[in-house]
């Protein structure tokens, strides 16, 4: 069975500062991989997904994160945080063999950005 | 733009009493999904939607049941409301000549009392 995760429930950055969401998976076969984030009151938004091509992957808002399959590693950054940028981030594996190529999720990453 | 809608966003009902959430989606995705989000745990699958009639069990499908009569609509069900179905559920949907990424909706909180 596939899991995720995601390493520390809540992060505090300044603005400006950068941003590092850490995500590691693991799946039995090479598996495709989803960064979603949940804004205040609001479901989840796709911000980036790798599909096999390139391991780094640039996503909206500047955001982006590199696969690194050595270490079953994905992990999210941006170069510096922005006050909107608050908000909970989810890190998601697909893994292609399970029926209906189901997303298994991480316990979640809520960004807090301090001015 | 893809959009999925939830009958509700919030929602507060017994112990015990019959409780529909309604999902509707307008891109024609063939699989619909329903999860439940609670602190620290992420996201967990109930149940989801290969396409209309058909349904499978996700990781938690105790306690709920799922109807899909249109392709564009999706219930969940909870049969007889406990507390411990307190708790956000969302609803997503696939196109599947897509990425596999999924678009959800913006959630109902539900809260058993």
């Known amino acids: 069975a596939q899991s995720v995760t995601q390493l520390g429930s809540h992060v505090s950055v300044s603005e400006g500062a950068l941003v590092l969401l850490r995500c590691n998976y693991s799946?039995?076969?090479?598996?495709?991989l989803f960064w979603y984030v949940q804004y205040p009151n609001q479901g989840l938004q796709l911000l980036l997904k790798y599909t096999s091509a390139a391991t780094l992957v640039k996503g909206i808002n500047g955001f982006e994160a590199e696969f690194k399959k050595s270490e079953t590693s994905f992990h999210l950054t941006k170069p510096s945080a922005h006050m909107r940028d608050a908000a909970e981030y989810f890190c998601?594996?697909?893994?292609?063999?399970?029926?209906?190529?189901?997303?298994?999720f991480g316990g979640g990453t809520r960004v807090l950005v301090k001015p | 733009d893809v959009k999925v809608t939830q009958s509700s966003r919030y929602l507060v009902k017994r112990t015990g009493e019959k409780v529909f959430l309604e999902c509707v989606q307008d891109?024609?995705?063939?699989?619909m999904f329903w999860y439940r989000q609670d602190p620290g745990l992420g996201l967990r699958l109930i149940y989801f939607s290969y396409d209309v009639k058909m349904k499978e069990k996700g990781d938690i499908p105790e306690g709920y049941s799922v109807s899909r009569e249109k392709k564009e609509r999706f219930s969940l069900i909870l049969e007889s409301a406990s507390t411990n179905q307190t708790s956000m559920y969302l609803c997503?949907?696939?196109?599947?000549?897509?990425?596999?990424?999924?678009?959800f909706g913006p959630g109902t909180r539900l809260t058993v009392t």
């Open positions: 799946s039995s076969v090479p598996p495709y």
């Open positions: 891109m024609d995705h063939e699989n």
């Open positions: 998601a594996v697909s893994d292609l063999k399970a029926a209906g190529n189901k997303l298994t």
């Open positions: 997503a949907s696939r196109d599947l000549a897509g990425a596999l990424e999924q678009y």
